[in-house]
């Protein structure tokens, strides 16, 4: 379910709440970050689903929210993506160029 959820979209942002209404302060940055990149991109409000909450974190041995993912694999969390960004990297990642 998890593989499923991940790969629903070529990009895929599990965060608390959703693009219209992000209910932590790191999931409102990556929302800015993602919303200036002009790429297409789904999101997962795990304040939902417990169940996907904390399998994710085994899932992807990333303990924290939020994670992006791009084309079924984890890039991270806000400090890689605000790195990436910084770096003029996270395009090309977004796009799965790398």
Request: glycine fraction near 10%; include cysteine.
């Amino acid at each position: 379910r998890l593989k499923s959820l991940i790969n629903k979209a070529p990009v895929m942002l599990f965060m608390k709440g959703s693009k219209q209404m992000a209910k932590c302060g790191f999931s409102k940055q990556i929302i800015e970050i993602m919303n200036n990149t002009g790429v297409d991109y789904e999101t997962f409000d795990i304040l939902e689903d417990e169940e996907v909450r904390q399998g994710l974190k085994s899932f992807s041995n990333w303990p924290t929210y939020p994670q992006l993912y791009v084309k079924g694999e984890l890039v991270g969390g806000l400090d890689i993506v605000k790195e990436l960004k910084e770096s003029g990297e996270l395009l090309p990642v977004l796009k799965g160029e790398n």
